[in-house]
């Protein structure tokens, strides 16, 4: 039997899934995320039967997206890692916007670029004229060196945000250009081997010494890869606390006006966008079981006639722009069964005004819609949204990002290409 891994290091944890060619789950399990993100890596392998591990021949972890770090020639952190959402480096935003073309996805004060021109203002910021090697890497890329032993390599989901060019798979001149050149990583297309698992951590983790480890993915981008869509027109609309559609595309579309961008899948082009609304909403309004109860009370056929634009504070991304957009939760009636009923239309509507926006922008054209996140099981959201949606709506079969990097590792998952 052959196995593949994929290890999910995501926003509330860290999860594995194990498969095999028939792409069937083997195992799945799941660890807190700690501090240490080497122990959690190496507990989550360990709690694998050891029949199951003797047989894994390749791994791919997914991280955070520009979730980053600095660390010197032998792995060891300088610093702390920042994390995906945080925004210290607004402060030189500016700075970026001088290095970086208008509209570039680096021009944000939470991309992987970013934090690093504000790691460079910060006293422990390596020497880059010493003799000693540092490097700037992802999280993904971080912990798969613990596997693999070799440091500076990355892939082009994680890599996106640093500013490489998915388009001509390089760095563009105005990196190559910059003082910082020495620590970016080579970039490598996600699931392409970077090297074999080194002897000792083969050893120690009862893994096969020929066992491959993969270039990695983030774990947005990984979930995407889980619902196994591989055919252009095909979308995924995940409905967690937020909500994030992403498209497959033959075209690329990237329009800073409305927070969208596409990353590369193969010769494809996964193209999305994110908006602030969805369950966070919900939830500060009903609980799981009021969400649940109150569902089943509507009827999913007979418009509310309230027009929400659902948010808990001003603004939102897409498929509006506007870090002032004001939330619309007026008027509010009497029974909290057409409140709920507003609230989700609401939503739909949004989702459906975002895929005509990536439509009128030139990508593909929608042909069908997977579900994932905890919105997927509302039944009642799902025939609501129905309405708004003028194509085939269901739910994913699988939803773990893990499972996405399992099918990376497996060589599967829309990013195989002609390149």
Not at 69 to 79: A, H, P
Not at 132 to 156: P, R, V
Not at 264 to 289: C, E, I, K, P, Q
């Amino acid at each position: 039997m052959t196995v593949t891994l994929g290890i999910d290091f995501g926003t509330s944890g860290a999860r594995l899934v194990a498969i095999d060619t028939d792409r069937n789950v083997l195992w799945w399990g799941r660890e807190p995320l700690g501090a240490a993100w080497q122990e959690t890596l190496f507990s989550l392998i360990r709690a694998i039967p050891g029949e199951i591990r003797s047989q894994v021949t390749s791994i791919a972890i997914d991280g955070t997206s520009s979730t980053v770090l600095l660390c010197n020639d032998r792995g060891q952190l300088i610093g702390t890692p920042i994390l995906y959402h945080d925004d210290r480096a607004k402060v030189i935003l500016d700075r970026v916007k001088s290095i970086a073309p208008v509209g570039h996805p680096v021009i944000s004060a939470t991309s992987s670029f970013a934090k690093l021109c504000w790691l460079a203002t910060q006293p422990n910021f390596p020497d880059l004229n010493s003799s000693q090697k540092y490097y700037f890497l992802h999280q993904a890329d971080w912990l798969a060196y613990h596997l693999h032993g070799k440091l500076g390599i990355s892939d082009y989901h994680n890599a996106l945000k640093l500013g490489y060019d998915v388009q001509s798979l390089c760095y563009p001149d105005w990196l190559e250009r910059h003082p910082y050149r020495p620590l970016l990583p080579q970039v490598l297309k996600p699931g392409t081997p970077m090297g074999m698992i080194l002897p000792q951590v083969a050893q120690e983790l009862g893994f096969a010494a020929e066992c491959m480890v993969c270039a990695g993915t983030t774990d947005s981008i990984a979930a995407f890869l889980a619902s196994e869509v591989d055919a252009p027109g095909v979308a995924v609309t995940s409905l967690g606390s937020t909500l994030v559609i992403k498209l497959l595309s033959h075209t690329r579309v990237d329009e800073p006006r409305y927070g969208i961008y596409s990353h590369r899948l193969g010769d494809l082009w996964l193209v999305g966008g994110a908006s602030n609304t969805g369950g966070a909403v919900l939830r500060h309004f009903f609980s799981d079981g009021e969400l649940v109860s109150l569902s089943q009370e509507i009827d999913p056929n007979v418009p509310s006639m309230l027009d929400y634009y659902p948010l808990l504070t001003p603004g939102d991304r897409f498929p509006i722009n506007d870090p002032n957009l004001p939330p619309r939760l007026t008027p509010r009636p009497d029974r909290s069964v057409d409140f709920l009923q507003g609230l989700l239309e609401g939503i739909a509507k949004i989702e459906a005004r975002g895929y005509q926006l990536l439509a009128e922008l030139g990508a593909t054209p929608l042909t069908a819609i997977y579900t994932a996140g905890g919105g997927a099981k509302n039944s009642t959201w799902t025939k609501i949204r129905q309405r708004y949606l003028p194509v085939p709506i269901s739910i994913s079969k699988h939803q773990e990002a893990a499972y996405g990097s399992a099918l990376l590792a497996l060589g599967w998952g829309g990013v195989r290409s002609k390149e």
